[in-house]
Structures are given as structure tokens and as C-alpha cells.
């Protein structure tokens, strides 16, 4: 082993192009990927996503509703809202898809349309049942996702059909959907459990015959619905796991150019973000999610997620408005009543808190040595620091100032908050306590112990 | 301040922070290794020195020093005579 001479540096090397703080930090890639497939090696361009046009799509009104009591149709509306203001004017988050069967899914679709909102498009999710089309007309929608189902744990054992049946049936109703002027979103249900050389490729190629000739407008698309989860993106990994190879195979044996095709996750094995963002690297432009990752069993790409990766992949915010992310979450618990757990990232309420001392000191010298980005600038969440007995002086000194809203030479330094941190230490020493020391209790400290300075800052707060 | 003072005095703070005699604290003791002062307790010594001199200190300067010898050449610099 030769040994590397130390680059004794007088400024620190913070890797600024990867890491801006202003923006969550790049993804950047080196060279092309490449993957075997029968038996030849086959390369995937990952930089090419900087000038593809990949987007978000969003199923929270529909898979996501399928995790828990329907929203009502105010919070639909807001929701909705919300998402196009996220998803800014280029339209990231391009789609968001609605159930039709009940009275308030329709009305809801009914009053985000009032609104006026280019983005995100309003599409329809119906089963694969010619007389469901009757709803997607009524709603006069232009698009409509239509579950085909393509493995034999599907085929066989819940719809009782030969392959040549379900194939059958599924192109029927895209027939349907052609002839009603709707486009069709085939959405591939258990793809990543099915037999993709013997049901999956011969089914897209039929579809995408019945409607090469189309305009563009209804040529169908696919929905690549890895439904339990079961997908991987490591490079040579056996089918019908593999992301790459199924992607290879639509765009390359089927014809499906990448803007028709879209990817749809579940979080059955931790792995629901990471494969949206490679089905994107790879090739789709489209991921499908969920807020939060709200979603049957365990959840679909969280959307908040995916607009992260978007932007680390793009090195842009592309218009999107980040601080959407944090009313989103003051929303859905307080309005919908939904528990998003306290360290989900991005938004559970403890994301960027530290409790550890040694990490609050370094948040004290330096924001960017503990924060993932400028979080209070762009999700206007600031770094906090939780006081326990890990916490440390550093810990209380953060907490303290940043209640006092002290700033630079006015910050109070470890000296002056000591006495606070002794007690802090009591509680756990002396009293036996195992719980973590409350705001409330730490503004008594601060009025006890500088009186002056925390009637300035409530005054301030009023 | 003379120095003497300044040691009899810093040494008697040592002594009441640490809960000890004041004839066991010698100059050439560490804070840390031969008085047992912790993290936490070495910014309470910090802060109660601050108190007991009537100044306001660089605390990561103060904090870098680590016996009590140094602690009195510490303040005598800052005080003058």
C-alpha cells in the first residue's frame, strides 16, 4: 500500500458542489451503469435525468386513501391545492389520480377542478371493468389508470383466469378506453412477481400495438406497480426482482419510450424510496407517490421524499416551494388528524432536532456541521435541540438562546447557562427522572434565571 | 491583583466547587485528572472563576486551560496588578 501524503489545508475543503446547504446536497454520477442482461451488457445513462423530463406523480387520494378513513372533500381541496403550489408552475408533481367510485370522491374531483390548477392533472383510477368507464366519462377526465394485474398470483388465484383470459379481458377495456377518447394507464399490479417473459412482455406488446397509432395523447401508458414491495435496484440482480431489467425490457422489447412509463412503489421492505429514485435513473420518468408515504400496509414513495431526490438529481428547486412540505404537516395532524412519527424525515417533528451534546455542540459553532440543509429556509423548520441528560451544556445553550432569539456576540455562552444544566442534570441524577425535560419547563429556568432577557423575548413573541 | 491573591482566592472557589479541603488543591493539579472535574463541573469552575473575578471570558479560551498553576497565570494575565 503506498501511503498518501496528508493535504495539511489551511481552509477546510467543504465539498461546496455537492453540498451547498442552500439546497439538499447533488447527487452526482461519474460514468454510465451497467447491468447484463441475456447474457450482454447493457449500459444505462444516470446523468441523462438532468435533461429528462421526470416528474412526480401522486396517489394520495387513492392509494393513500386505502391506509385510512376517506378525507373529506374540504381536505381533498386543500390538499390538492397545496400540492400544485409545491409543485410550482414547470408542474414536478405533474399528476394526482382519484378513485370515482363514491359521491365524494366525484365531488372532490369537481371542486380541486373549480379551483383553475394546471398542475397537478386530475386522472381517474378505475378496475379493469368495461362498465367503469361510463365513470371516467362522466367525469369527463382525460386519463384513467386501469389495474391489470400481471402475475399468476393475481391471474390464477384471485381472478380464477387463464393468462389468455385476464390478457384478453385487459385489452378490452383498453379498447374501451380508446373508443371513449380516454388514455390508458395500464397499471401492471404484482409486476415484480410475475413472469415477465411469458405473460408481461407479450401483454405490453399487444398494447402498445393497439395504440401505436394513436396521437400522443392516447397512447397508453404503464404503471410498473411493484405492489408488495418486492423490487430491487442493485445492478444484476435476477428477475422478475430487477428494476433495471424491467425497464429494459419496456423500453426496449415494448416500445414504451420512458415519458410513458411510471414507476409504483410499496414500502413492504424499506426500500420504497430508493426504488422510485432508481426506476428513475434507470429510465422512467415518472414515480408515483404519496404524501408522508401514506399508502396501503406499509406505504408508497413518500411525494416529500421524492421532491428531495428530484432536486439532488436536477441541482435545482426547479420552482418548487419546499415550505408546502411543513404547512402540508401542520395540515394532516392538525386538520385530518393524521400521526406522522416525531423522526420521519423532512417532516416528523423531531427530523432535525439533536439530543445528543456532542452534536449540539457542533450546531452551536456551526449550523451545516448538523443539518442535512438550510432547513429553516427552506422547509422554515430550524434546527432544535431536545434536552435529556445526553443533551449537554452545548445542548442548553442552543436551546436557551434560540428561545431568547439571541443572535451572534448577544448569544449567552455555556458559562451563563450552566446553572440550567445542572438541574437539568438533577432531574436525571437526583430525582431518577427518564423522560425528557419539557419546554415549559426550561422557559421557567430561562425566566428564573435571566428575567430580563425572557420579558424582552415574549414580549417579542407577543 | 497580586498573583498570591489571585491563587488564594481561585483556589478557595476551586475548593467550595469541588467540595473538598483547600490544602489538597496544589498548583500543578489537573482539573480534570487530579481534582475530578467533569465536563459540566469544568464550565461550573469556569463560570464561578468568572463570578468570583467579576469577568466575562472567552469560555473556549478558559476552558483550555487544564491545572490550577495555569488557572492562576490565566487570571494574573487578565488582572492587573
Keep these: 500500500m503506498e501511503l498518501k501524503p496528508l493535504e495539511d489545508i489551511q481552509k477546510p475543503n467543504l465539498i461546496k458542489e455537492i453540498f451547498p446547504h442552500s439546497a439538499p446536497p447533488r447527487i452526482l454520477f461519474e460514468d454510465k451503469i451497467r447491468e447484463t442482461i441475456d447474457g450482454g451488457e447493457v449500459e444505462f445513462d444516470p446523468q441523462s435525468v438532468i435533461d429528462r423530463d421526470i416528474h412526480i406523480t401522486d396517489t394520495t387520494f387513492r392509494d393513500g386513501q386505502q391506509s385510512r378513513p376517506p378525507y373529506t372533500r374540504e381536505q381533498m381541496t386543500r390538499i390538492y391545492s397545496m400540492l400544485s403550489k409545491l409543485g410550482g408552475k414547470e408542474g414536478i408533481i405533474r399528476q394526482t389520480e382519484f378513485f370515482l367510485y363514491t359521491k365524494n370522491d366525484r365531488d372532490a374531483i369537481d371542486a380541486c377542478r373549480d379551483l383553475g390548477l394546471r398542475y397537478p392533472e386530475i386522472t381517474g383510477w378505475i378496475r379493469a371493468n368495461i362498465g367503469d368507464f361510463r365513470l371516467v366519462k362522466e367525469m369527463g377526465l382525460k386519463e384513467s389508470g386501469l389495474l391489470t394485474s400481471c402475475s399468476d398470483y393475481h391471474i390464477f388465484h384471485k381472478q380464477k383466469q387463464t393468462r389468455q383470459q385476464a390478457m384478453d379481458e385487459y385489452l378490452g377495456v383498453v379498447e ?187 450546531l452551536r459553532r456551526n449550523e451545516e456541521i448538523y443539518t442535512i440543509f438550510d432547513t429553516r429556509e427552506l422547509l422554515g423548520r430550524p434546527p432544535k435541540v431536545a434536552i435529556t441528560d445526553k443533551s449537554g451544556t452545548d445542548g442548553v445553550a442552543l436551546w436557551v438562546n434560540d428561545f431568547l432569539g439571541l443572535e451572534g456576540d448577544k448569544r449567552l455562552s455555556l458559562t451563563k447557562v450552566v446553572k440550567i444544566q445542572r438541574w437539568v442534570m438533577d432531574q436525571y441524577e437526583k430525582e431518577g427522572r427518564l423522560t425528557a425535560i419539557s419546554e415549559e419547563e426550561l422557559e421557567k429556568q430561562v425566566e428564573q434565571h435571566f428575567p430580563e432577557l425572557y420579558a424582552q423575548a415574549k414580549s417579542r413573541k407577543k | 491583583m497580586k498573583k498570591e491573591e489571585i491563587a488564594e482566592r481561585l483556589i478557595r472557589v476551586t475548593a467550595r466547587e469541588l467540595k473538598m479541603n483547600e490544602d489538597r488543591i496544589k498548583p500543578e493539579h489537573h482539573f480534570a485528572h487530579d481534582l475530578g472535574a467533569d465536563s459540566l463541573k469544568s464550565i461550573e469552575l469556569v463560570a464561578a472563576f468568572e463570578e468570583e473575578f467579576d469577568l466575562d471570558l472567552e469560555e473556549e479560551e478558559a476552558l483550555q486551560v487544564k491545572t490550577v498553576g495555569g488557572a492562576v497565570d490565566f487570571f494574573a494575565e487578565l488582572i492587573p496588578e
Design chain 1, 176 to 362: 374501451a378506453a380508446l373508443e371513449s377518447g380516454v388514455r390508458p394507464r395500464c397499471h401492471l399490479e404484482d409486476v415484480t412477481r410475475a413472469d415477465i417473459g411469458g405473460f408481461v412482455i407479450p401483454f405490453v406488446q399487444r398494447l402498445e400495438k393497439l395504440t401505436e397509432n394513436q396521437p400522443d395523447s392516447l397512447r397508453v401508458k404503464i404503471r410498473l406497480c411493484d405492489t408488495m414491495g418486492f423490487g430491487l435496484s442493485y445492478p444484476n440482480v435476477a428477475e422478475p426482482r430487477s428494476i433495471p431489467k424491467l425497464i429494459y425490457r419496456m423500453k426496449e422489447e415494448c416500445g414504451i419510450s420512458g415519458d410513458r412509463l411510471e414507476w409504483h412503489g410499496h414500502n413492504d421492505f424499506h426500500k420504497v424510496h430508493i426504488n422510485g429514485a432508481t426506476a428513475w435513473i434507470y429510465g422512467v420518468d415518472a414515480v408515483n407517490t404519496t404524501l408522508f408515504g401514506f399508502g396501503e400496509r406499509t406505504g408508497n414513495p413518500p411525494l416529500e421524499g421524492a421532491v428531495m431526490e428530484y432536486i439532488a438529481l436536477k441541482g435545482d428547486l426547479c420552482g418548487m416551494d419546499l415550505s408546502v412540505i411543513t404547512e402540508l404537516v401542520e395540515f394532516f395532524q392538525k386538520d385530518v388528524g393524521a400521526s406522522i412519527p416525531s423522526n420521519y424525515p423532512f417532516a416528523g417533528r423531531d427530523f432535525n432536532t439533536t439530543r445528543a451534546g456532542i452534536h449540539a455542540g457542533g
